[in-house]
């Protein structure tokens, strides 16, 4: 069974925007579906946008901290997009940590992170 987060492959980057609130089975479905993905094709890196969550419970900010810390030990570069100004106030409250997860303002500042990121290890 997939699931109903879209996850794309756009220039050797895997894409993912989470358009709706999950509930709880259907972030490990998710969460397994996309470890599937990256795990059997490779890519240069992971970028998950978040702007269209008014909400982000515990539970699913403890599964993409998962997700972010999975894709470092497959040496697969991860950003967060898209954390509102509320959200973030709200995991700030609830005592979560994101230090060491790179974020950015959207999708497309992520993914300019992503190739920056690329060309730099490269040299």
Do not use: C
Request: hydrophobic share 50%; glycine share 6%; aromatic share 4%.
């Amino acid at each position: 069974m997939s699931s109903r987060v879209p996850i794309l492959k756009v220039d050797d980057y895997w894409v993912v925007a989470i358009e709706e609130t999950l509930h709880d089975q259907s972030v490990i479905q998710f969460k397994e579906e996309l470890l599937h993905n990256i795990t059997g094709v490779a890519g240069k890196g992971l970028v998950i946008d978040i702007s269209a969550l008014e909400v982000v419970d515990s539970f699913v900010t403890r599964v993409l901290i998962e997700i972010s810390r999975l894709a470092e030990l497959l040496g697969l570069p991860f950003v967060l997009t898209g954390i509102k100004p509320a959200v973030a106030i709200t995991l700030t409250e609830m005592g979560l940590d994101l230090r060491g997860m790179a974020t950015a303002l959207n999708l497309q500042k992520g993914l300019d992170k992503l190739k920056n990121l690329a060309r730099m290890e490269q040299r």
